[in-house]
């Protein structure tokens, strides 16, 4: 008989950024792990593409067109999800951008420092609001896990924004992990290695950047979104009730070598 474990029927996960990248990865494992799944980007080709193809995997799954740097946006969205779906489990909140310039620190405009915080800290702030709000509302505990990135322990030159974003991910984990455990609701956040994506397009497309990192990736490979599915079933099953508060690398090795 298979181990039921990870049976994620009748559970409903948010997934903000889930129209592409690692959010995609999140979406299409649990939903193939029987959950419903709502996924949230701005893009509206990318939400519809991404939508179908959450759909021939569960039929329920749906797309909304959501800024999650817009609280008021973020609050209706929420509100459609739990009119659709009638409840909230998991939230996921992926969303992000990266750092937008390539200038020294000393150079950033105050554009170039909220623009990232508007999107990486403000949009994961008022997504999270709104779904702990709703998970404390129906007493039954429920998932968090935010997406961190190597740069919130390691440096990330001309990356400063970004990294404090991500930085905050860790923190923003360790004080709901505490926070929420009275309500069965855990916290963890995931730090992903480099992996291919929309995001690390440009990077990727150099050279030089390929040369110098792959050989520092003991897998000798890039991560895939694939490589992030397992850990959202997992964390959004009820096998993992009781881990909380962690920070999970999966990153090939990257950052032991
Ligand atoms: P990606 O493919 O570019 O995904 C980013 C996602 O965020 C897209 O779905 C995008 O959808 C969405 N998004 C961006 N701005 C948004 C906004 N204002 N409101 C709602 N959705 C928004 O890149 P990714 O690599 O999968 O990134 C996902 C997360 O992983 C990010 O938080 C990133 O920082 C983190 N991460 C990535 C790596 C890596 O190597 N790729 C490493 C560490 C951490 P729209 O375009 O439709 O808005």
Partial sequence: MAYDGFDLSGKVAVVTGGNGGIGLG?????AAAGADVSIWGTNADKNAAAEAELQA??????????????EAAVEASMASVIERYGRLDACFPNAGIGT??????????????????????????????????????????????????????????KGQAYAAT??????????LATEM???KITANA???????????????????FVNAVIPRIPMRRWGTPEDFGAIAVYLMSDSSRWHTGDIIKIDGGFSIF
């Fill in 166 to 175: 991500k930085g905050a991910m860790v923190s923003m984990t360790l004080a």
């Fill in 57 to 70: 995997i569960n039929p329920s799954a749906s797309a909304i067109k959501c800024d999650v740097s817009d």
């Fill in 26 to 30: 999140f979406a299409r494992a649990v």
């Fill in 100 to 157: 937008q310039n390539g200038k020294p620190f000393f150079e950033h405009s105050n554009e170039d420092w909220f623009s990232v915080m508007d999107v990486n800290l403000n949009g994961v702030f008022y997504t999270l609001r709104a779904a702990t709000r709703q998970m404390v509302k129906q007493g039954e505990g429920g998932t968090l896990v935010m997406t961190s990135s190597g740069t919130a322990i390691q440096g990330a030159p």
């Fill in 181 to 183: 455990a009275r309500y």
């Fill in 190 to 208: 995931i730090i992903p290695g480099w992996v291919e994506t929309a995001m690390t397009e440009g990077a990727f497309s150099r050279e030089k």
